[in-house]
């Protein structure tokens, strides 16, 4: 069996006298779809601010690739290999989005400042690949016709869409997805849904934060249940639904 994507060992997170997250621990196997789900407030967010460096742990420790993450700044985990979506959509509203896409790419550029401002041709060569590598992924979340539109003046749905494909450009192992289906119609949750295992199927490896049950049961390989900063199971989507733990979670019990 393959060693962990990612570990978060027994993660804890303190604001002032507040128990945010408490002593945390699971795995993300490489190549698998991981749900972390849990009421408002079970600190899903949060441990994504953990995991992408910008929050810093009370205690524990989160690996990835065998490195530690917990003393990194969020651009050293980004060139690592991690990308995240945002629970409210951040895109640059006056770009393009085509520009929005070329902005996650060059993340990528290994040309600097000055080797891109006198436009040597081996820069111009990166430039124009990363292009086409823009626009492939404008293709593939569906958006190929919208690229000289304003990401601004995209439907909400699209602009999901539009954060999905900046995230893909820096080419991320693991991509993290805080609740993508916020605000969609049922059309574009199916969408969704099939968009999440067709990433799943280039070989990026998934972390997904998300309130519709359905798509996390039908898209998910595994599951993580937070309640009050608490892991409380953990497992399958069969055995998820079934645990009376998560069930009196959400629903409550007498």
Not at 25 to 47: D, Q, Y
Not at 99 to 119: P, R
Request: aromatic content about 6%.
């Amino acid at each position: 069996m393959s060693a962990p994507l990612l570990m978060v060992h027994n993660v804890s997170k303190h604001f002032g006298g507040i128990s945010a997250l408490s002593q945390i621990h699971f795995t993300v196997e490489p190549g698998r779809i991981k749900g972390l789900i849990g009421p408002n407030g079970a600190g899903k967010t949060t441990l994504f601010n953990l995991i992408t460096g910008i929050y810093k742990v009370s205690s524990g420790n989160i690996m990835f690739q065998n490195k530690s993450l917990v003393r990194m700044a969020p651009h050293q985990i980004a060139r690592a290999g991690i990308a995240r979506t945002f629970q409210n959509v951040r895109l640059f509203t006056n770009l393009s989005v085509l520009d929005n896409v070329m902005v996650g790419v060059h993340q990528q550029l290994k040309a600097g400042f000055v080797a891109a401002a006198l436009n040597l041709p081996w820069t111009i060569n990166e430039e124009r690949n990363y292009h086409i590598q823009a626009e492939k992924l404008l293709r593939f979340v569906g958006l190929d016709g919208h690229a000289g539109l304003m990401a601004g003046a995209l439907p909400f749905g699209q602009q999901r869409l539009l954060e999905i494909a900046r995230a893909l450009a820096a080419n991320p192992q693991l991509l993290l997805l805080d609740e993508p289906a916020a605000g969609l119609s049922s059309p574009e949750r199916l969408s969704l849904l099939n968009l999440i295992k067709e990433i799943q199927g280039m070989g990026t490896t998934v972390l997904l934060v998300e309130h519709d049950m359905d798509l996390v049961m039908k898209v998910c390989d595994e599951i993580v249940v937070l309640e009050f900063g608490v892991k409380i199971a953990e497992g399958d989507p069969g055995t998820i639904q079934n645990d009376h733990r998560v069930i009196a979670a959400y629903l409550g019990e007498e």
